[in-house]
């Protein structure tokens, strides 16, 4: 069974920067297809980015622009770079594997991301 740990959150203000980091156990890592997805307190898990094992992206339109996910097999290592962070971005942010509308590995404890001046 695949581990996964994010890491990489902290308090930022409006307009500034994170990278989220998802380190993966597990050969099949580089198999899968990887997502981002976020969760505010009292409100469902979002899907929030996608990246495919060749690499493809896609993304939800309110972080288009602004997010880029990316991967390196060799380290079994998933990333998001986060840039002109809002307000409405804080959440505890998760990896998994899997897509917009579905996940097929277990959720890590994710990474709090706050976004306040």
């Known amino acids: 069974q695949v581990q996964l740990v994010e890491s990489g959150g902290g308090l930022v203000q409006p307009g500034g920067s994170l990278k989220l980091s998802c380190a993966a156990s597990?050969?099949?890592?580089?198999?899968?297809?990887m997502g981002w997805y976020r969760q505010v307190t009292g409100k469902e898990r979002e899907w929030v980015a996608g990246?495919?094992?060749?690499?493809?992206?896609v993304y939800q339109d309110s972080v288009k622009g602004r997010f880029t996910i990316s991967r390196d097999n060799a380290k079994n290592t998933l990333y998001l770079q986060m840039n002109s962070l809002k307000p409405e971005d804080t959440a505890v942010y998760y990896c998994?594997?899997?897509?917009?509308?579905?996940?097929?590995?277990?959720w890590g404890q994710g990474t709090q991301v706050t976004v306040s001046s």
């Open positions: 990246i495919s094992g060749d690499g493809s992206t």
């Open positions: 998994n594997i899997g897509t917009q509308s579905r996940v097929f590995g277990s």
């Open positions: 597990g050969s099949i890592f580089s198999a899968h297809a």
